[in-house]
């Protein structure tokens, strides 16, 4: 006969059973969400084909490691053949545990490369302290990651950035560059050299928070530029997390923008011919409604969900 303490402890193991079956159904949902996001990304841009020798450039952040860890899984059911090698630059940054991503790339059996540079101390002695380290920074490892990609015969590199990334570069060329630009999944490199895709273009950050946490992903801290709290661009993510979390979906409907463009009713002379337009007596449902009121529906982008963010 069970005693009220017995009965507490299967109680207990209940629903302690409950929680961990839970906790692995959502696991394998968000699974399924990242190669979801990725293979429609890689579908709807063209960015890997056959024969491909892609670089993943690997921080040591969470974003770079979900990265790598999804194309493993994505490789392994691609219907084309291509090549994955792990690069990580070694910045030589004061206290940067240098043994922790050969030992973790070792550990998953890919190919690796791990270039070593002193660009901290090149940052360091040309930005005085307290100003902005990125932009300096961004071009010296642009140009080595060009040469290490041209010595590894690959012929695409691979950046970790994701949905929320791409967003806050657009808000921040228009509120501090002035343009209406942001981060292409796509596009040619400055040298010309090398395709530059971002296979995470339709991916939330708080997946890869998520994702990191499950896979327990050996992260690396950034004291470079990670302690420069007061970059725009971390304004930026807070304006949008904020904005988030008031307005559920407001993201995912901004991030539907950047693939829907009018530039008929912006104001770029070289993207519409403004001078030479002429009336032509034909209707046309794309044209200037100035009376109406505007009618806004839930935006709707394959591969994405809402997800609230905070």
């Not at 060329?173 to 530059?196: A, H, I």
């Not at 949008?240 to 559920?248: A, C, M, S, V």
């Amino acid at each position: 006969m069970n005693t009220a303490s017995e009965n507490t402890w299967v109680d207990a193991e209940a629903a302690d059973a409950a929680k961990a079956a839970k906790i692995e159904r959502e696991t394998h949902k968000l699974e399924k969400r990242l190669c979801r996001q990725m293979g429609q990304a890689i579908s709807d841009f063209n960015l890997i084909e056959a024969g491909d020798r892609i670089m993943v450039c690997m921080s040591g952040g969470k974003d770079s490691y979900g990265m790598l860890d999804i194309l493993l899984k994505m490789k392994a059911r691609a219907p084309v053949d291509f090549e994955l090698v792990a690069v990580n630059l070694d910045q030589k940054q004061p206290g940067f545990p240098a043994e922790v991503l050969p030992n973790y790339l070792q550990g998953l059996g890919v190919e690796f490369h791990i270039e070593t540079q002193d660009t901290y101390s090149i940052v360091k002695d040309k930005i005085p302290e307290g100003k902005t380290m990125c932009s300096l920074c961004s071009r010296l490892r642009r140009g080595i990651l060009y040469r290490v990609a041209r010595e590894l015969k690959c012929n695409k590199l691979a950046l970790g950035h994701h949905r929320d990334d791409m967003l806050q570069t657009f808000f921040l060329n228009m509120f501090f560059g002035g343009k209406l630009k942001g981060m292409p999944p796509k596009l040619v490199s400055d040298n010309g050299e090398f395709m530059v895709i971002r296979p995470l273009a339709y991916v939330a950050e708080s997946d890869l928070i998520r994702w990191a946490e499950h896979r327990q992903f050996p992260i690396i801290p950034c004291t470079l530029c990670g302690s420069q709290e007061n970059l725009q661009r971390l304004q930026v993510g807070n304006m949008l997390r904020e904005w988030q979390k008031k307005h559920p979906g407001r993201i995912e409907n901004m991030f539907a923008a950047l693939q829907n463009v009018v530039p008929s009713h912006l104001m770029d002379a070289g993207l519409h011919d403004f001078k030479n337009l002429q009336i032509t007596g034909i209707a046309s449902d794309d044209g200037d409604k100035a009376f109406d009121e505007e009618e806004f529906k839930e935006a709707s982008l394959p591969g994405i969900q809402v997800i609230s963010i905070g």
